[in-house]
């Protein structure tokens, strides 16, 4: 069975500084893909970023950037230039051949002044 | 275009009664998906529709079952409710079942059981 950690329970950053969020995972499957989701206190997941696992280049959206090193299973997002609105659960989520999410505990993330 | 709705919100129930939760999709997807959240197990799949067939299902108990209609919208019903069941529930839709159609998500429904 896949699974995915994420060992940062929460995590603190200053506005405009940037943070690394870190997620690992396990698969024996060699395609599938990867997605960093958003909740905030509205409760709606919101897709951040996703990479597909035959890609070697990372994914970026914006200000948000992933370091995929599939080797290590190692799926970490980077948050540049944080802004308050940014304040949210960020979840990492795995997709093989099963098309459901796994997802990880998540991670807390606070931006402040 | 309007989002994935999931009507109620909130709901309070009493243990060992019936409930069912909604799920609109977004306008042309046919994929959708369930999953429950909680403190303490976190994000889980419960069930996948695709034209009106459960093409997944996740590690639940019967009592939690679900349907989805010709129009793509989807029911999950939970039987025999207990204190466990407590929880939000997410719906998410897609265009498609593979993996490269992103999910999207409602804002869910809060589920007490007393």
């Known amino acids: 069975a896949q699974t995915v950690t994420q060992s940062q329970p929460e995590m603190s950053v200053q506005e405009a500084e940037t943070v690394t969020l870190s997620c690992t995972y396990d698969?024996?499957?060699?395609?599938?893909?990867l997605f960093w989701y958003k909740q905030p206190p509205s409760r709606q997941m919101i897709l951040v970023i996703r990479?597909?696992?035959?890609?070697?280049q990372n994914a970026t959206e914006n200000r948000f950037s992933v370091n995929f090193q599939k080797a290590a299973k190692s799926f970490s997002l980077k948050i540049s230039d944080s802004q308050l609105g940014d304040t949210a659960m960020y979840f990492c989520a795995y997709t093989g051949t099963a098309s459901k999410l796994t997802f990880g505990t998540g991670t807390r993330l606070q931006v402040t002044l | 275009k309007a989002g994935v709705t999931q009507t109620p919100r909130y709901l309070i129930k009493t243990r060992g009664q019936q409930v069912t939760l909604s799920c609109s999709p977004i306008s042309g997807h046919r994929s959708v998906s369930w999953y429950q959240q909680t403190p303490g197990q976190g994000l889980q799949f419960l069930f996948e529709y695709f034209s009106e067939t459960q093409r997944n299902k996740g590690n639940f108990p019967g009592r939690f079952s679900g349907r989805q209609f010709s129009n793509s919208r989807s029911e999950m019903n939970v039987s025999t409710l207990e204190l466990g069941d407590s929880a939000l529930y997410l719906c998410?839709?897609?265009?498609?079942?593979?993996?490269?159609?992103?999910?999207?998500f409602g804002n869910g429904t809060r589920l007490t059981v007393t």
């Open positions: 698969t024996s499957e060699s395609n599938y893909y």
């Open positions: 998410a839709s897609s265009y498609f079942r593979d993996r490269n159609s992103p999910l999207h």
């Open positions: 990479q597909e696992a035959y890609k070697q």
